[in-house]
């Protein structure tokens, strides 16, 4: 599939100022679509995209939501209410086999191509984690080292079928030559205190992968950018029928799309901290949306609201983030899940 533009990056023309002693960064989002269920696939056309926003320049790429192993729109893994079918069942297990592990091989390779094309790039993946499974987004930078990742905290609807809910360890925003980056999956992004929580981080690109391409989904993107004084990057798929396995192998709940009918239309964008949309958002098919981002926007825009610092009110309204590992079985010490593990004789 043709990427659009197929010349040149996405570019809007803003007149961003002229003080030049801010930084400027050449930022990419990705709109394209998984191959669904063939992760070395994935990988391989992740590198060509890739390998050409480096091409255009871009320091920083985002790529979407679950663009390693897959966004599963449509399916419903068998399930109702007091029953799982076997279809369904099995429909897990090729979607877990799709999924990576984190350390592990794909994200080794991930950190090579970051390394290769000297960019700092932010993935969306499906993680495993034994037999439960993350919506993760995974962060390297322009050396080729994984930095850390985010697990989605809060999976919508059907989701939580499939996916685990991360917890208040991995809500990073790392700092790095080109800026403080950090991300929220999707409609993590309209919880209020989850963003209060990156803000207070000193969040400035504000990366937002996403399965939502309703027009709506601008005006929370527009009102973080506003809201954060950061700028915000929000990566889609664009998806049609036909890039899911045919049925029976995949099948849509409900009735069957016709195989070029577009099940997820894009609308990535990129937003200033001051409102201002750079880029996008495009609902044309697959692309590569470029911005150019002066830092200096930032100071500018907090000046005038800065939600963590002049213009909160500690001693009325407050915060608490739980930041450790939420694990269900604590061992006291390192022998005791040995111990319990091996059977001993009497």
Not at 54 to 76: D, T
Not at 193 to 220: F, N, V
Not at 253 to 259: C, L, R, W, Y
Request: proline fraction near 7%.
């Amino acid at each position: 599939m043709a990427l659009v533009p197929s010349s040149s990056p996405l570019i809007a023309e803003v007149d961003m100022g002229t003080d030049y002693s801010a930084p400027t960064v050449r930022a990419t989002v990705v709109q394209a679509s998984t191959v669904f269920y063939d992760t070395p696939a994935t990988l391989d056309k992740a590198e060509r995209l890739l390998a050409e926003a480096a091409g255009y320049g871009a320091q920083l790429v985002v790529f979407p939501e679950a663009f390693v192993g897959g966004y599963p729109r449509g399916s419903n893994f068998g399930v109702v209410i007091g029953n799982r079918t076997a279809k369904g069942k099995e429909d897990f297990r090729k979607y877990h086999a799709a999924a990576i592990d984190v350390p592990g091989p794909e994200v080794d390779r991930l950190a090579a191509m970051a390394g290769k094309y000297k960019v700092f790039l932010v993935m969306g993946v499906i993680e495993r984690d034994g037999y439960t499974l993350y919506c993760t987004v995974l962060f390297f930078d322009s050396q080729g080292c994984y930095l850390g990742k985010h697990r989605k905290m809060m999976p919508t609807a059907l989701e939580r079928i499939i996916w685990g809910f991360g917890d208040g360890s991995t809500i990073p925003v790392f700092e790095t030559p080109i800026g403080k980056i950090g991300a929220a999956i999707c409609w993590e992004n309209k919880m209020p205190l989850l963003r209060t929580a990156m803000y207070a981080k000193g969040i400035e690109i504000y990366c937002a992968p996403t399965a939502d391409s309703r027009d709506l989904w601008q005006a929370s993107m527009t009102h973080i950018a506003l809201e954060g004084g950061c700028f915000v990057l929000s990566a889609n798929q664009f998806c049609r029928r036909k890039d899911y396995p045919p049925p029976p192998e995949y099948a849509f709940a409900g009735e069957e799309p016709a195989p070029d009918s577009v099940v997820c239309a894009g609308g990535s964008v990129i937003i200033s901290p001051s409102g201002t949309i750079l880029a996008g958002p495009n609902y044309d098919g697959e692309a590569l949306i470029s911005a150019d981002l002066d830092l200096g926007e930032i100071a500018r825009a907090k000046f005038d609201f800065d939600v963590v610092g002049h213009y909160s009110r500690p001693e009325v309204l407050s915060l608490i983030v739980r930041d450790h590992p939420a694990t269900p079985v604590t061992f006291t010490s390192a022998s005791a899940k040995t111990d319990r593990a091996v059977s001993h004789k009497p």
